[in-house]
């Protein structure tokens, strides 16, 4: 790829995002959830824009917009991101994945590859409208459960009823999907999120794999008591017992490599500053690539709150929410997408993620890989979320060279 195609590229991916990011239901934030009234508009821009790189171009049956690129044989690389978002987020998580894919296939499209190419734009990964995430590719890799149907979102529409208002057949969502014998390989290129790659002065990162997570909520509970005639040794507070909890999680991650935990969100009841607390509930988020490490974190942590209950002579109850196993990247794949670095002349620095993405629903089926572009200052689900320009076009040098070469790839 010439240089200056890359740069014009990149001009396009970032103007195409201002515009997606207009496209809002909230006048002053962005917010665009699954399905709402400016994702016709957005599906609107996606078709035009796939159909102009070359792709031929549909809305499937949950809102996903793609565009196709047949090659000589049906096996297709699927290269995706979401186009929902959070309550005031940025323009980036997501869309920029899906522009980039657009840019990726115009390249693709010169010639006819050996293998086939589909670049999607997933309609729902963020869980927000209905509470769980990746209703999208779930649909594409064949994992859509039909009792979802009947989820309802807060205004109490049912998710059967939200496709049928903006004019889609939910009996159509089978044919959505891509059969697992008809799937080469999922690549997704995604803003970091988070501030390893700017730490690193690294504009690009290889994803090693996507973290496995638990979470758990807590509740310590002992007596609510009047807090100036209750005397300090017949209390039963359960507050300071919480506080002992949250510093041996911070101890524990800090003191295990790559281990995040997090405790964020610590309620008491009654919640009154004059009123001692009976009861004290908080939530447990755990992650780390490896499986064993984290139910190992976790299961100390638990033991250790119930220590610390025993010791203060309050009660502790767990409530399991969560237990999501990590989803390590292809190896060979990703060696090919190191490969694909190096001849963009950077250095390779690899990296786990620490949220979850679409690519996790086609870890089963497929051969799944990738990319990372620096978030500077780290932010993101942000309006100050941002790419820088050059960094674009280094990812999208990087993401042609790897899809070509797989697209290329007649021993795959
Ligand atoms: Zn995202």
Redo the contacts with the bound molecule.
């Keep these: 790829m010439i240089h200056w195609e890359a740069r014009e590229a990149a001009k396009r991916v970032l103007e195409r995002c201002d515009l997606l990011g207009a496209l809002s239901e909230s006048p002053d934030s962005l917010c665009r959830t699954f399905l709402s009234p400016p994702m016709r508009e957005v599906h609107k821009l996606l078709l035009e824009w796939m159909r102009e790189a070359g792709l031929t171009a549909h809305l499937d049956a949950v809102g996903n917009v793609r565009g196709r690129l047949e090659g000589i044989r049906s096996s297709t690389l699927v290269v995706g991101?979401?186009v929902d978002t959070v309550p005031d987020a940025g323009k980036y998580?997501?869309v920029l994945?899906v522009l980039l894919g657009i840019e990726i296939a115009r390249v693709a499209s010169q010639t006819r590859p050996h293998h086939s190419l589909e670049i999607i734009a997933f309609s729902e990964?963020?869980g927000v409208r209905f509470g769980f995430p990746f209703i999208g590719s779930s649909a594409v890799s064949g994992s859509f459960d039909p009792a979802w149907l009947t989820k309802v979102d807060a205004a109490g529409i049912t998710l059967e009823k939200s496709l049928v208002q903006f004019g889609l057949d939910p009996l159509e969502i089978p044919g959505a999907c891509i059969p697992s014998s008809k799937l080469l390989s999922y690549f997704e290129i995604?803003?970091e999120?988070g501030p390893v790659l700017e730490s690193l002065d690294a504009p690009l990162g290889v994803v090693t794999g996507l973290v496995g997570q638990s979470r758990h909520t807590l509740e310590f509970s002992g007596r609510a008591a009047h807090a100036g005639t209750t005397p300090m040794n017949l209390r039963r507070d359960p507050l300071p017992a919480a506080a002992e909890f949250v510093l041996e999680v911070e101890r524990l991650a800090q003191n295990t490599e790559g281990l995040t935990a997090t405790v964020g969100r610590l309620e008491t009841v009654p919640g009154a500053g004059n009123v001692i607390a009976g009861i004290v509930k908080l939530s447990l988020d755990v992650r780390h690539a490896s499986d064993v490490v984290r139910l190992l974190s976790v299961s100390k942590l638990l033991e250790s709150s119930r220590h610390i209950a025993d010791t203060r002579g309050l009660k502790c109850s767990i409530i399991g929410n969560l237990e999501q196993n990590a989803v390590p990247c292809d190896l060979a794949q990703s060696s090919r997408l190191v490969g694909a670095v190096l001849h963009g002349g950077l250095t390779v620095h690899r990296l786990p993620s620490g949220?979850g993405?679409?690519a996790m629903t086609f870890a089963p089926l497929c051969p799944v890989t990738m990319l990372f572009i620096r978030s500077p200052g780290g932010i993101?689900h942000n309006p100050l979320e941002s790419v820088l320009e050059s960094d674009v076009e280094n990812a999208l040098e990087v993401g042609a060279t790897f899809v070509c070469d797989i697209l290329e790839d007649a021993s795959a």
């Design positions: 991101s979401h998580d997501g994945g990964e963020e995604h803003i999120q949220a993405h679409d993101s």
